[in-house]
């Protein structure tokens, strides 16, 4: 007799699920999805005080801190690295605005910030960065704990019908003991996930 078509959950897709609770997990543990690149910062700015900005930045925040003095050179570095903060200097918004709009198209995921170089000293340079980078870490926090709950709520759902479907097929009449066991294994790994889920909350 054929079984009904609800019960057969293929080893790829148990496998998917398990990985896909497997990242939440760890996710949760690192706590930062930054834990696998290097936190650095991008300084723009054709300012000779630059190299002394990016410095003093590297040495408040600990986050590698480069200095391109150059639009085009910025630009080419935000293809080849991923930067948690840009400073980009006010000057070259006004005096290069084109050439700022394409560099800006590179930024990724980086946090732009806005620093006008000819009034603004090193202490409040570094205040402002720094609350950018905090501002990143709550976005980057609260985006986190959002995919985290749209990945649980989708992995409840496909345990409930994975559940579902292993009952229904145990309840066919004249269904052959190895398929009887073989289904009763997949409603118990599907339970085990279903508890690992719920611990992770």
Partial sequence: ?????????????????AGRISLVFSI???GD???????????????ARGQECADALQLATGDQTHWAH??????TRLREQNYSAV?????????????SDRTL??????FPVYINFAVTGMERLVRE??????????EETSARRAVEEQMRSEMRETLTVMLLSCELAMAVPGVPVPAVEKIRAIDNLARELRVQLNAAN
Avoid at 105 to 110: D, F, K, N, P, Y
Wanted: charged share 25%; hydrophobic share 45%; net charge positive.
């Fill in 28 to 30: 949760s543990a690192s």
């Fill in 87 to 99: 400073i980009i200097d006010q000057f070259l918004l006004e005096t290069e605005p084109e050439e």
């Fill in 33 to 47: 999805w930054r834990a696998y690149d290097q936190s650095m910062i991008l300084l723009i700015t054709p300012s």
């Fill in 105 to 110: 198209e590179h930024l990724g995921t980086a």
């Fill in 70 to 75: 150059i639009l085009q050179e910025a630009a």
């Fill in 1 to 17: 007799m054929k079984l009904p078509a609800l019960w057969f959950f293929r080893a790829r897709e148990k496998r998917m699920l």
């Fill in 129 to 138: 960065v720094r609350s950018a980078l905090h501002r990143r870490q709550r």
